[in-house]
């Protein structure tokens, strides 16, 4: 308590000393002395403990203001030398503007990059910058920042072109300037020295100040000078973040330790996440260690404790002052370009101790040791003083270079993310081209980054490569963090030097060499070897290799880059990477023996080894980087031009390939199944070694290798080696391999593996021959090999923009090049308005196509196959898909042809052929006959170019037709050869053979073919002159023979066709014409059987339709026949048969909502009778239209509900339904629903006597109620002082009416049973109550429900501009009849007193009725609801009228007078005119305008004032008009159904005269004043008792919710066409709850643009007892527990239904390829598509968003599984 107290007093003993302060006498008295630094220590000593850290609670507003006035103001004073105020804004005016712009991004907000111009990606704009700059016209990239870094416009490095916007372009004299004096201008020139000086002292104290206390570890004392004068024992208890323990942990353990409410622990948890730290309790020393000792014991279980210091108040005290300090000197240099230099000298300046001993290099050397909140500020600092100063940014970057390799290995030490570590600035001067270079060659930058990660990498092998098998989470951890490294390096590479100094090349190279280090480690590690018996017992770690490889995929690229751009460079590169490889083969080759082999003649010395044996490795990256610098000697022509300063004379072409044949042998094993039993890790490693992101730098270059290798080799010792690796030499060696008898007894598992390892084998030499779109390879250039791979994915299918880019691999720019040529190969097709857009193959590049494309995966294949020979079959040509034309090789590996007209290759192929020729016990297989006859396709078009493009001199030496034509045979050593068939006859042999139907085009095709070539070959030798044309003469004449033939056929099938059908259409018409009378009688049938809304035809055809009232028109009765959905039995429906029932949803909606302000009403104590115009919440009623059986119904559900049940037991999961709440869904359309509606007949007209006028109604009405109520009296029990009232009751009741007659239900007890079951659903979902039958609010809710329903279609009509009838789905017809027929029956299942009670409260808001006490104000009344209310509980009192009173007559005098009531209220309502032309009318209209005239006058007699005058009876009239129009229309909705009367055509179509015809039907004057005029004396005192209601004139004058009619309908909110404007938004936007701190999750939502904290704990509220999140809590305040949000960041539409349903929905906003971008993962500009967004909307107006989420969940079960509450 006396803490407390002395809490209290303190501040009133400072105030007094407060006051008497003054920040100038302070500041002239430092300008006098000696020793500033002691006098300033001095006066923070003595004031900082007294301004912060007094009590437990923290009050920064009032301490920043005191710290202001007593700190930082005689600071500023002595700084300035005069009034701060002035002298800040001098300095400001004197400022010349940065051109950078320097915005430090907030977390979420937008950010743009130029994928044009950008140097790199990091290189960003802020959204002022963007829109001001010529960037916004090209193609860019948007994306939301995680906060931290700046915008760098103005940076001329950044930006290839256009690096200034408009603000900050510099100015012409201000450049001249710069011109002349060479250098740039000093912005110290216009300091006086004096004031450089005060600057200099003040900044180095409070610099020096700031760094001591930030980086102070003690916790009980100060730094010297600053121990206060006084020093009590008051302590904190200070908890600190870290990123192992999980929010729930901390707030369970922060609750047991100082005991306090969950809601403060989360609070304390939520700051600790935010700044890094806080004090969880104040008090003595002892206290505080009680709480750390808890706090430590219950986090120490499982990791290390979470960190928790008891710390002296004034050492906070001074840790808070310190972070203010540093924020204060971040807005003084923001006034001058001067002082932001002079802070940048004071921090970098050397202290006493010499190396590293800068204030700058302590703060980051103590980085790791500092919390959250203390790093966050010192590095806004360094962003806005150090990295903004361009000179002393290059500085710093020499400093962080210097102190790299302690950063780092702080950094992987730490726990904190990336985010807020010192390390992440290394991209803004990494990035940067100039000093980026500087610090290779000064700093030997890249060596230190690539020998820090290397040692970081501890864990290796005997032979020193990586070993990540037994990978502890500890060492993952670290790993990640390892990876940083890499990022930097990348960072460093990015940009590639045009020009080379000596000092640069030499730098480069050592790095190299150590990145050659870091290769050798990782060459052949994680090897594999494969399992033979039994299943490999563990999964070997593979993802950390990949993982590494992944990300040094384009640092390889890179390097490769860079060596490209100096030839120096590239030999030097190539020497040292074939040394690397050199050396790891050297220790591999011990322990292999060598074997020779022979083929044909040809023998080859190798080495024995069996991939299926030994150990493999599929990690090769020596060899790979080696191959990728051997296609740049050819592609920058180096090979040709310095032959003798590489060694490649010294290449041993086998070495090369071992290796990554090795791999490819694997792949082809896998493929085969021979390692099913090393479990998936291979499998995963197989798929990302083809798989785009790793394939450029694993299978491709593993490709180049081989063809290097092959190039400078015999081609036949090359396939021999090849063979012997595939392990299928003994297959193809044997002298009668052709037979294959000797296979026979084989296993058959065996059998298969070879065939598949041929097949692989086939394929692998197609790739090696045909593989020439890498630019040094053969002659093409770099967009020839992106365009084969968009036409090769697009010959699978067309394909969406992000379908394409991901098939395709980035480069370290995350860029394809698929934009430079996408048009040139395909044409795109805009989306609808779901789906989206896409990309289709242009037909003449078809031609391109490769059935045996490198990068097609086995499924990619087979799709791409059927998809082509489809499309050939349609356009009618021959379905061979023959090997495309291609380009030419490289010299270097101009060799590579010959493969194909190698001995051992013919001898393969014949063999193969062979086989097929006589087919033996399936040795071989159909897609190894494929690759056979595609490599002969290769080798002809491969003759056939050559010989076209030869000039007639020199003889064109390959000449594969002639050795196709020999003898192909295979030799044995030393065999004579035999006499087989060549090639060539073994293909006219196939084309015959009845079992290769698929393979006769291919065939076909290449005999074309050959003769084709021999003919030019003929033609050569006779003439010499070769002419092109003549080449195809012979295939063309084929080929139009075929074409020709192939026409006629189809015409002739054309006109069979048309001569059959023909035939037919005659047949038919014959058929009607002889059997007339028969389909006109079936017609019939089918016109009555059809919904009663389409039935056109009335009875007499003369008499107009008349829906309501005495003439109503009789529908023609007929019997309802329905069928169970569930039985399949047809019943009738009829009052006293069995209940059929519709499946229905019953839900609360605002939808039509006026005012969403109405705060919820108490569910017990709502009175729901009379509905508010403002709509503010009603219960809608939608149904999927399907029908059952009441008993069939209810054995569902329980079927349903035992099941759950039963599941609960078992999974605590939620469904897409809540059985609790009595949901199911449909069981034939699986639609959500919770109830069911029973169907009942029409009710019988009564028949058409003489009915009384409106007065003698009124009359006799009047008589009835007063019986009603004095029946209802004797009812309730009497008290004593009632008696006397009683004496008055002697009024008779009317002729005919009998109060105490009880009628009997008509209905059955089935039917009965059911009408309770949908009263109650309605009763319990629309007030959100129990279910309680008895409660008379019951029928209420129903009436209720039926005209909100039918007010909600009607507004959906108007909004789709759909006609009023005929338009409606059936399932919402059937739903409206059921309705109103239900609502006409429900009061025969309640008590019969209470719903008369309710008709004659219903009525007395419109006839006055003394003995109802309140009656509402007419301007509080939704008219269509009195109606249907009305009508709907008249009949509890017809049931007792004996007298011939019609219910029709009755029906009509309500309609007549609510509808002149609501005539009053559209009046009343109607607001001053808008000043118009006066409207010329003609006689008819001139009638009802003086009639409206004269009833507002009327009007203003009543009421005086408070009606404004209105002259324009046209504008009066025009009013009602409108206003009125939906009301009728939804009375005629609801009489139509109600009474089933046929409705006129003219409703049936949105044609002029709709007014006449509905007043008409309705039985309505088209002049409605005449209702009012007609009836004047009656309605007269009606009018007087509505105006002279207490509260109208109160609303009138503004006292309450005062809606005009008509209503309009509610729409989504208008949301931005460009995506950026709505981010931009969300990041300003800052969590409501935890003062000013931005929210993670900000969501708007769609209906009333509320923007939401979501998804976290500082917004969670409660409700009914749960914590929810704020999304949840908003549904329920504004869409009646349904909402539709946009996830902002996430660019997702969020639904919500109640607390456990929800789904996410595609948003509205599409990029310009017409596809959606969830999670902005892709970055493409994003623009509003209306049509999606109208459909959203659609689906909210149509009360379908629970059941859109019923159908999502459905579907994708994961949904289920979100806590949807949370969001």
Known sequence: MAAAESDREVPSALCTEFLNFSAKDTASKWLQVTDLYKEVYQHLASYVPKIYCLGPNLNPQSEDLLAQLLLQAPLEWYLCGEDPSMGLAKLEQNNQPSQLCGHVFRVGEPTYSCRECAADPTCVLCMQCFLGSVHKEHRYRMTTSGGGGFCDCGDTEAWKKGPYCQKHEPNISDSCQEVNSSQPQDPLAHLSTDMIARCYNVFSIVLKYAVDMLTWDKENELPLGLEPPDRGDTYYCMLFNDEVHTYEQVIYTLQKAVNCTQKEAVSFATTVDRDGRKSVRFGDFAFCEQAKSVIVRNTSRQSKPLRVQVMHSSVVAHQCFALKALHWLGHVIGYSDALRRILCQVGLERGPEGENSSLVDTLMLCDSKMWKGARNVYHQLFMSSLLMDLKYKKLFAIQFAKNYERLQSDYVKDDHDREFSVTDLSVQMFTVPSLARMLITEENLMTTIIRTFVDHLRHRDLQGRFQFERYTAQQAFKFRRVQSLIGDLKYVLISRPTEWSDQLREKFLEGLDTFLELFKCMQGMDPVVRQVGQHIEMEPEWEAAFTLQMKLTHIISMMQEWCATDERVLIEAYKKCLTALTHCHSGFTDGEQPITLSICGHSVDTIRYCVSQEKVSIHLPVSRLLAGLHVLLSKMEVAYRFPEQLPLSELSPPMLIEHPLRCLVLCAQVHAGMWRRNGFSLVNQIYYYHNVKCRVEMFDKDLIMLQAGASMMDPNHFLMIVLSRFELYHIFSSADCRKRYNRENTNKDVVQQNNTLIEEMLH???????????????????????????????????????????????????ETGMERVIDCVASFKKPGVTGRGLYELRPECAKQFNLYFHHYSRADQSKAEEAQRKLKRQNGED?????????????????????????????????????????????????????????????????????????????????????????????????????????????????????????????????????????????????????????????????????????????????????????????????????????????????????????????????????????????????????????????????????????????????MSKNRKRPPHDPEHYDPLFMHPDLSFGTHTGSCGHIMHSHCWQRYFEAVQAKEQRRQQRLRVHTSYDVGNGEFLCPLCECLSNTVIPLLPRAKGSSSCEQPGLGQWLKTSGQQIKAMHSAHRKLQPISVDAVEETVEEGCPAPEGFRVDYTPTSPYSSTIKEMLTTFGTATYKVGLKVHPNEQDPRVPIMCWGSCAYTIQSIERLLVDEEKPLFGSLPCRQDDCLSSLARFGSAC????????????FIRLVA??????????????????????????????????????????????????????????????????????????QESEGAEREEEEAICCLYNTLRTHLGSSLPEVGSGWHLWRCVKTGILPYLRGAALFFHHLNGVPTPPELHALCPGQWEVLCGYLSLPSNLLQLYHSQQELLEPLLHGWCSHPSLRQTLQGGGVLVSFPRESNSLIDL???????????????????????????????????????????????????????????????????????????????????????????????DDYGETDQGLRRGNPLHLCRERYRKIQKLWRQHSITEEIGHAQEANQTLVGIDWQHL
């Not at 002659?779 to 299918?797: A, M, N, T, W």
């Not at 009061?1387 to 008369?1396: D, H, I, K, L, N």
């Not at 006490?1413 to 609801?1425: A, G, K, N, Q, R």
């Not at 009755?1450 to 001053?1472: C, E, K, N, R, Y």
């Open 764 to 814: 692998l030499i197609m790739m090696v021959v045909g593989e020439r779109f890498e630019a040094g390879v053969g002659q093409v250039e770099g967009c020839d090999q992106i365009k084969r791979e968009i036409i090769h994915q697009l010959c699978i299918r067309p394909m969406a923009h992000s379908e394409l880019v991901k098939a395709l691999p980035e480069n370290e720019n995350k």
């Open 879 to 1151: 379905t061979a898909l023959h090997p495309p034309v291609l380009p030419l090789f490289s010299p270097l590996f101009a060799s590579l042809v010959n493969i194909l007209q190698c001995d051992v290759l013919l001898g393969m192929l014949g063999a193969v052929l062979q086989w097929a020729v006589e087919p033996s016990g399936g040795h071989w297989s159909e897609s190894m006959l494929q690759r056979v006859l595609h490599l002969i396709g290769m080798g002809l078009l491969e003759e056939q170019q050559q010989l076209e493009n030869s000039s007639e001199d020199n003889d064109v030496s390959f000449n594969f037709t002639l050795k196709i034509s020999l003898c192909g045979c295979i030799l044995g050593p030393g065999e004579a050869p035999s006499n087989t068939a060549s090639v060539l006859a073994l293909l006219e042999n196939l084309q015959n053979a009845h079992h290769l139907e698929v393979h006769k085009d291919m065939i076909r095709w290449i005999l074309k073919t050959v003769a084709s070539i021999k003919t030019i070959r003929e033609l050569t030798a006779f003439t010499c002159t070769v002419t092109a044309s003549g080449s195809h003469g012979q295939e063309e004449m084929v080929c139009d023979k075929d074409k020709a033939e192939r026409k006629r056929k189809m015409e002739m099938a054309r006109l069979r066709r048309e001569k059959i059908m023909a035939q037919m259409s005659e047949m038919q018409r014959h058929f009607i014409n002889e059997n007339k009378e028969l389909f006109q009688q079936s017609l019939e049938e089918l016109d009555a059987s059809t919904s009663s809304s389409l039935e056109h035809s009335p009875t007499s055809s003369d008499a107009a339709l008349v829906c309501v009232g005495p003439r109503r028109s009789c529908p023609r009765e007929k019997r309802q026949v329905v069928t169970c959905i569930l039985c399949q039995e047809e019943q009738e429906i009829r009052a006293d048969g069995k209940a059929m029932v519709l499946a229905a949803f019953v839900q609360r909606s605002t939808v």
């Open 1387 to 1398: 009061w025969t299942a309640a008590s019969q007193p209470s719903v008369q009670g309710h």
């Open 1405 to 1478: 808001a419109l006839i006055p009725d003394p003995q109802v006490e309140t009656s509402p104000c007419i301007l509080d009344i939704d008219m269509l609801h009195l109606l249907v209310s009305v009508v709907l509980s008249y009949g509890s009192v017809h049931s007792q009228d004996s007298s011939g009173l019609s219910v029709d007559a009755v029906q009509l005098h309500l309609f007549h007078l609510i509808t002149v009531a609501h005539m009053v209220q559209i009046l009343l309502t109607s607001g001053p005119e808008e000043v118009t032309m006066e």
């Open 1616 to 1710: 931005p066409d460009d995506y950026s404007a709505l981010i931009n938004q969300a990041s300003s936007f800052t969590c409501p709850k935890s003062g000013g701190d931005k929210s993670r999750a900000p969501t708007l939502c769609l209906v009333c643009g509320s923007m939401l904290c979501s998804q976290s704990y500082c917004c969670q509220t409660e409700l009914d007892g749960e914590d929810v999140g704020a999304c949840t809590a908003h549904t329920f305040a504004c869409g009646a527990g349904v909402g539709i949000f946009l996830r902002v960041r996430e660019s997702q539409v969020l639904f919500l239904a109640g607390k456990t349903k929800g789904c996410f929905y595609a948003p509205p906003y599409l």
